[in-house]
């Protein structure tokens, strides 16, 4: 399987910002569905933005606050994290579909593509 893999995450106070990346191999980061899930702790992977060809998607509870973007190599995306709640603690795992409906559908298992995710932890 194609690795994807995250850095960034780590541990901020409420109200704080923090940015996440994910390296993509370029076949896939150019042709795929590119996004994020989180999974917090007792509950199911939520996906929670999207982007391809600068059409990007976001849940309702990060819409606003969260920023999905790509470079134009397609080998890297971010998730810009502003206004970070305590309900945003989770693991956060990158990954490419080739449906925009996995994100929407919270569909993580059904993803070709996901890397080992990096947690994000928020304290009030």
């Known amino acids: 399987q194609a690795q994807l893999v995250e850095s960034g995450g780590g541990s901020v106070q409420s109200g704080g910002s923090l940015k996440i990346s994910c390296e993509v191999p370029q076949r896939i980061g150019a042709n795929y569905y590119m996004g994020w899930f989180r999974q917090a702790p007792g509950k199911e992977h939520e996906g929670v933005a999207c982007i391809y060809r600068d059409n990007t998607y976001y849940s309702d509870s990060v819409l606003g606050r969260f920023t999905i973007s790509q470079n134009a190599a397609k080998t890297t995306i971010w998730l810009q994290m502003n206004n970070l709640e305590p309900e945003d603690t989770a693991m956060y795992y990158c990954?490419?579909?080739?449906?925009?409906?996995?994100?929407?559908?919270?569909?993580?298992?059904?993803?070709?593509?996901r890397g080992q995710g990096t947690q994000v932890t928020v304290s009030s």
């Open positions: 990954a490419a579909s080739g449906t925009y409906d996995s994100f929407l559908s919270n569909r993580f298992r059904n993803v070709p593509y």
